[in-house]
């Protein structure tokens, strides 16, 4: 067991590790205990980013005793909510998979699997089963992901019905296609491959698939600008934003075409002067857009 005898770092470290996150737990219940609520409250908001439900959450973890055992901490998933759904297993699970090594990858639709008499919304029996029999194989989440690919090109379905499929989450699904999808992008230095395989393989070791993706967030903007990676049919959030794109672009030649037909009333020349500089501006912004459409198109 370890102990809080200082306060964490205030912003995100507290959430690298089993470890940082049982300390910010005991912290925070000592000053639970020491400070008026609301003052607590705003103190955890503003130094960790934390609202009242995942301060109790946070709090919950640092009381258990098998999770804050200093010979488990390595052991353990570097999520928060991970360790929040783990408090919920029996002992006996819990020191069993601790023993064979296999929570370090856990998710929590294995969790569920493990826990078998809830039945959370969205996540039915085949769903849950599938997910059981993940566990026991222990497969690599970016092969999982992998074959998702393949099946969407197969036959397009949309990315939460792949994923319900594979036994994951919707999120981690699509963050994990993107970073596939994102390897095989030729524009890609090898630095930048490297960061991607890196992401890839620590997502595997960790099944912290939201922390490595974030950082790779500005490489997927990079590589792809405002459209979606490996963009398919089937991809709803990606047909919004073209249809989005389109509309824009429509209005845009709208009111291009009425520019000719604005009447020009009597303006003094600080008044024509404000006009055509507000003119260039908007030429300039239109002469960038169409010179990266032709980017694009040439690439």
Request: proline share 3%; net charge positive.
């Amino acid at each position: 067991m370890i102990e809080a005898t200082q306060k964490p770092s205030a912003g995100n470290q507290w959430r690298e590790g089993a470890r940082q996150i049982v300390e910010l737990g005991q912290y925070l219940t000592v000053m639970r205990r020491a400070m008026p609520w609301v003052e607590f409250q705003t103190m955890a908001r503003a130094d960790y980013g934390l609202n009242q439900s995942s301060i109790t959450k946070v709090i919950a973890i640092a009381a258990h005793p098998i999770l804050i055992a200093t010979e488990n901490l390595n052991k353990l998933p570097d999520s928060w909510a991970l360790l929040y759904e783990l408090k919920s297993l029996p002992d006996t699970i819990l020191l069993e998979k601790l023993a064979n090594g296999s929570l370090k990858r856990i998710s929590k639709y294995e969790i569920w699997a493990l826990r078998g008499k809830e039945r959370p919304a969205g996540f039915g029996v085949a769903a849950r089963n599938r997910a059981a029999s993940r566990l026991k194989a222990e497969a690599s989440l970016v092969d999982l992901c992998r074959k998702g690919l393949a099946m969407e090109r197969e036959q397009p379905r949309p990315t939460g019905v792949i994923a319900k499929t594979l036994g994951i989450s919707d999120e981690s699904y699509r963050m994990i296609r993107k970073l596939i999808l994102l390897k095989d992008e030729k524009s890609l230095t090898s630095t930048e491959q490297v960061s991607v395989d890196d992401a890839l393989g620590h997502i595997d070791r960790t099944r912290n698939v939201r922390r490595y993706y974030k950082r790779l967030e500005n490489l997927v903007a990079k590589a792809w600008g405002e459209v979606r990676p490996g963009r398919l049919i089937n991809d709803k959030h990606s047909r919004k934003r073209i249809e989005s794109f389109k509309n824009s672009i429509a209005i845009l030649g709208i009111s291009c075409d009425r520019a000719t037909t604005i009447e020009q009333p009597n303006l003094s020349k600080e008044e024509i002067a404000s006009s055509v500089d507000d003119l260039m501006e908007a030429r300039k912004s239109i002469n960038q857009l169409i010179s990266n459409l032709r980017r694009a198109q040439n690439e």
